[in-house]
């Protein structure tokens, strides 16, 4: 299948084929007609799957042909920038002008930016309150309403700022629904904010990138940052490390520095320009590590990233699938290294649970002393209720 057998017009097609986009992803193949008709759609894909133009192309055309306005609504500050980046460059040729309304940016730009009569916006919930709030917002005539990443935005408490915003817009509209899992509270919004809405899902719930070799290391806390040295030296490539908090991503970066290699934090405390300015020395090369919590975890597209090092297992096993998915793409080969403290078995067990796998363990480097993984005590836990010598060893290939 290629583009042209999607019902795209010709101008379309033009601007993709010179971008080099000639077939469809899964999801795009399938959720582009629907979206061209005009219809609800609830679309389950991981990251890294091509969501972006999935719905950025039947909201271009639409709006070409029926007028009207976009929202798109995000979790993060990055992903709005990434898909911002992506729409326009087919939006642009067509004169579509876009608004990006998020927090961490001069509000009195994005007022002048809305004064401008934007056919698009794209924003985080949080920011977009704050323009309703400040009636500085068009709103009033949204045909076509994006919720990506749905399942995110609901994990970080947005679910009030998102029924207020459902409220706010026309209720005869085109919602499409993209999200990575498919929790109560995105049916439930479903069942009351979309009409008879088409289901396309391309990959199961779970499902981790195909090409990315995954292991783990058994590790007490201060081996962690011996272990990285070594990891650093074995591969060559750029590299993801993920933290669970703020404060730990500092010293995570400012450790990688003091090895001598170029490395830059991504997090909550760092401002919009610094996380900005972080991720394009990243993308352009000239940072080799960056260091993030998971507020990048789904807002970070770059092809050629080598490694994903799980610094701490994240707090929810979906994000173990969100991490790894940063590399591995564009269909290239991929890894992603867990550090596993003694006590987090039972973390590693929802996440095999959940991709329904067994992660290999790779021994530790000569003059780690190797640690024992506690069992968890986990009712139906199968494979993971051993005995107390822990995971068998496996060597990388």
Do not use: C
Not at 14 to 21: G, R
Not at 93 to 106: C, D, K, N
Not at 217 to 222: E, G, Q, S
């Amino acid at each position: 299948m290629n583009f042209t057998q999607l019902g795209l017009d010709a101008p379309i097609l033009n601007i993709l084929n010179k971008l080099q986009f000639h077939t469809p992803t899964p999801i795009q193949a399938q959720a582009i007609p629907d979206g061209l008709r005009g219809e609800d759609i609830i679309g389950v894909a991981q990251t890294g799957t091509g969501k972006t133009l999935a719905f950025s192309l039947p909201m271009i055309q639409r709006l070409i042909r029926h007028k009207g306005r976009g929202l798109i609504l995000l979790p993060t500050r990055e992903l709005a920038i990434q898909v911002e980046e992506t729409l326009q460059k087919v939006a642009k040729s067509f004169g579509i002008r876009t608004a990006m309304i998020i927090g961490g940016a001069p509000i009195n730009r994005q007022i002048q930016d809305l004064n401008k009569n934007p056919h698009v916006i794209i924003g985080t919930p949080g920011r977009i309150i704050d323009h309703i709030e400040k009636k500085t917002i068009p709103l009033s005539d949204v045909n076509i309403l994006v919720l990506d990443e749905a399942d995110r935005m609901l994990d970080m408490g947005f679910a009030p700022q998102i029924k207020r915003i459902l409220q706010v817009i026309p209720k005869e509209r085109q919602t499409m629904l993209f999200s990575a899992t498919m929790p109560t509270e995105i049916v439930k919004i479903a069942n009351e904010h979309m009409k008879r809405p088409t289901h396309v899902e391309v990959a199961p719930q779970g499902t981790t990138a195909e090409r990315v070799h995954q292991e783990i290391y058994i590790v007490t806390r201060n081996q962690k940052s011996d272990l990285l040295k070594v990891i650093l030296s074995q591969y060559s490539g750029s590299m993801i490390v993920f933290n669970r908090t703020k404060y730990g991503a500092k010293k995570i970066n400012r450790d990688i520095n003091r090895m001598g290699h170029k490395a830059a934090e991504i997090h909550s405390n760092r401002s919009l320009g610094q996380r900005k300015e972080a991720l394009e020395g990243f993308k352009s090369g000239r940072y080799r590590v960056l260091v993030a919590t998971d507020i990048a975890a789904r807002g970070i597209d770059v092809e050629a990233i080598e490694v994903v090092v799980n610094y701490d297992v994240p707090e929810h096993a979906e994000d173990y699938v969100h991490r790894i998915g940063r590399t591995g793409r564009a269909g290239k080969e991929g890894h992603a290294i867990t550090f596993i403290m003694p006590s987090e078995g039972d973390k590693l067990y929802k996440i095999e649970r959940l991709i329904n796998a067994k992660l290999p363990k790779s021994d530790l480097p000569k003059g780690l002393p190797e640690a024992t993984l506690e069992i968890p005590e986990v009712k139906g836990a199968g494979r993971l209720n051993r005995p107390s010598g822990g995971y068998r060893s496996r060597r990388r290939r």
